[in-house]
C-alpha cells in the first residue's frame, strides 16, 4: 500500500526465496524499514521473515485464527445467535 497516495495493489507470485526476494527488491522504499510485509503464520513464514530482516525492512507475522482477527464476524456456534 503506498501510504501517500493510499492506493494498493496484490500481485500473485511463486511463494519462494527468490520470487518473495525479488518482490522485496520492487517494493522496498527508502529507508528499509519504512516498508512493512504483513505474512499469515504458516510453512513459510520463517524464511520470508529471514529476508525481510536481512533487508531491514518491517515484518508482521500473523495468525488470523486468533479471536481479534474475527472481530465483527458472527458464527451460529456464538451464544447471541440463539436469540
Excluded: K, Y
Amino acid at each position: 500500500m503506498d501510504t501517500a497516495t493510499r492506493t494498493h495493489t496484490f500481485e500473485t507470485i511463486l511463494m519462494s526465496p527468490a520470487t518473495v526476494h525479488d518482490l522485496l527488491t520492487r517494493q522496498l522504499t527508502d529507508p528499509p524499514a519504512d516498508t512493512l510485509v504483513v505474512s499469515e503464520t504458516c510453512e513459510t513464514a520463517g524464511w520470508v521473515h529471514d529476508l525481510c530482516t536481512a533487508r531491514a525492512a518491517s515484518i508482521i507475522v500473523v495468525n488470523a485464527n486468533e479471536e481479534r482477527f474475527a472481530q465483527g464476524v458472527r458464527r451460529a456456534c456464538e451464544p447471541d445467535d440463539l436469540d
